[in-house]
Structures are given as structure tokens and as C-alpha cells.
């Protein structure tokens, strides 16, 4: 079945750095790509998605490339600011809907 | 507030007692999907409708677990015979793709705020 792969499970950063989470899936049929961000207690927030037919997708300081061929995609958030701090999940919808483990980022003042 | 809605927040049982959670999707969303979350973990897939119609199924939802949605609106997920592995947040996401022609496979979830169990 799936799997998807996503790094680093943890990240820290000052606050204004720049913060890039990776993510790898196995199902090439996979052709969905959302990003949530997750705060304690809350359920998932969507935050920005891709499609296999864009490479890239920005969205103010949140921005996300995808690369079909290699099966990676990643989560770039800019300028980041302590209310960035939280929990992040890529996913890849195909056959299934999987998520990957999680990345905690600390956005530190 | 208009988004997914679920009920209750927090359940907490014994073990070998029913449980029922609640969902209720944002309004016109024919999909809805449930989900598992362990702590530390990303959400698994447990099940999903389409309309009244539960179209997939997850290898997860044991025989202990049934969802239904009957009018095509709120959904409920029970769990029988509840078993300390079952403690977890169940999460329920809705869609609305369908009336665009989407595929599940391309369409955008929006989740709930999730239901806690706790299973002593």
C-alpha cells in the first residue's frame, strides 16, 4: 500500500527563518497533495494543496513544490512567526488517503 | 460556525462498553471520511461515505467498528466491546467535490475538531 515519508519529525527555527518539511510517497497513482497544520487539541487544518498536474503552489509565505518524478514534495513557510509553531502533516490521496508521522516546528522569539 | 462539527469532544469509558461519536459535516458535503489519530502519529484512514453510500473501508475498522450515515447527512461511528487500543482521537473530515465531479482521490478534506476516547 502507501507509504508516505515525511522530514524532519522535528524542527526548530527563529522566528523570520525560513522552515522546509520534505515528504516522499510510494503510489505513483497518488495525484493529491495536501498539507495540514495541527495545534494541540484541534484537528487538522488544511493550509495549502497541490495537484499532480502544478510543480508549485504559493500561497502568501506558505508555498509547496512537488516533484512527480522523484515521488517528493515539500512545505516551505517563510518569514515564519511564533504562531507558525505546531504540528504539520503532509498527505497523498490516491488509491487511499495517507498521512505522513507529523513534523513539530518551534518557532523560537 | 460553519465548519465540521463532532460530538462529543472527550469520551471516556470502560473497557468492553459501546461508544457512539457524531458527526456532522459542513452543509452540502456529500463525502465524509473518519479517521484514527494516535498520539505522535499521523491520522489513518478508517472509512468513507458518499452520500448514504460507505464506499471504502479501511483494514483498521475491525468488526468491533461500524459507521453509518443514513439521510446522507450526519454521520455516527460506534465501537463495540471497546478495548484499551481503541483509545485515540477520531477525526471526521468532509468534501464537496462530488458535486463537482471530483474523485475522492483529488478532493479537499476539512476536518472536525476530533473526539478524544479514553478506554480504562
Known amino acids: 500500500g502507501e507509504n508516505v515519508e515525511q522530514h524532519p519529525s522535528t524542527l526548530s527555527v527563529q522566528e523570520g527563518d525560513s522552515a522546509v518539511i520534505k515528504c516522499t510517497y510510494s503510489?505513483?497513482?497518488?495525484?493529491?497533495f495536501p498539507w495540514y497544520k495541527q495545534e494541540l487539541g484541534k484537528g487538522p487544518q488544511l493550509i495549502i494543496d497541490i495537484r499532480s498536474n502544478v510543480g508549485e503552489k504559493k500561497d502568501q509565505r506558505i508555498a509547496v513544490t512537488l516533484n512527480k518524478t522523484a515521488k517528493h514534495f515539500s512545505l516551505h513557510i517563510t518569514e515564519t512567526q511564533p504562531e507558525d509553531s505546531a504540528v504539520y502533516f503532509c498527505a497523498a490521496y490516491g488509491q487511499n488517503f495517507v498521512f505522513g508521522p507529523g513534523t513539530r516546528l518551534s518557532v523560537l522569539p | 460556525d460553519t465548519g465540521v462539527s463532532q460530538d462529543p469532544r472527550h469520551k471516556i469509558t470502560k473497557r468492553g462498553q459501546n461508544v457512539t461519536f457524531r458527526c456532522d459535516p459542513i452543509?452540502?458535503?456529500?463525502?465524509l471520511y473518519w479517521y484514527r489519530q494516535t498520539l505522535g502519529q499521523g491520522p489513518e484512514f478508517l472509512t468513507y461515505f458518499q452520500n448514504e453510500a460507505q464506499l471504502e473501508k479501511s483494514r483498521l475498522l475491525s468488526n468491533r467498528f461500524s459507521a453509518e450515515r443514513p439521510k446522507g447527512s450526519f454521520s455516527t461511528l460506534e465501537i463495540q466491546r471497546t478495548e484499551q487500543g481503541d483509545s485515540a482521537m477520531y477525526l471526521c473530515a468532509s468534501s464537496l467535490g462530488a458535486r463537482m465531479g471530483l474523485a475522492a482521490s483529488t478532493d479537499t478534506q476539512y476536518f472536525g475538531p476530533g473526539t478524544r476516547l479514553t478506554v480504562l
Open positions: 503510489d505513483s497513482a497518488s495525484n493529491y
Open positions: 452543509s452540502e458535503h456529500n463525502r
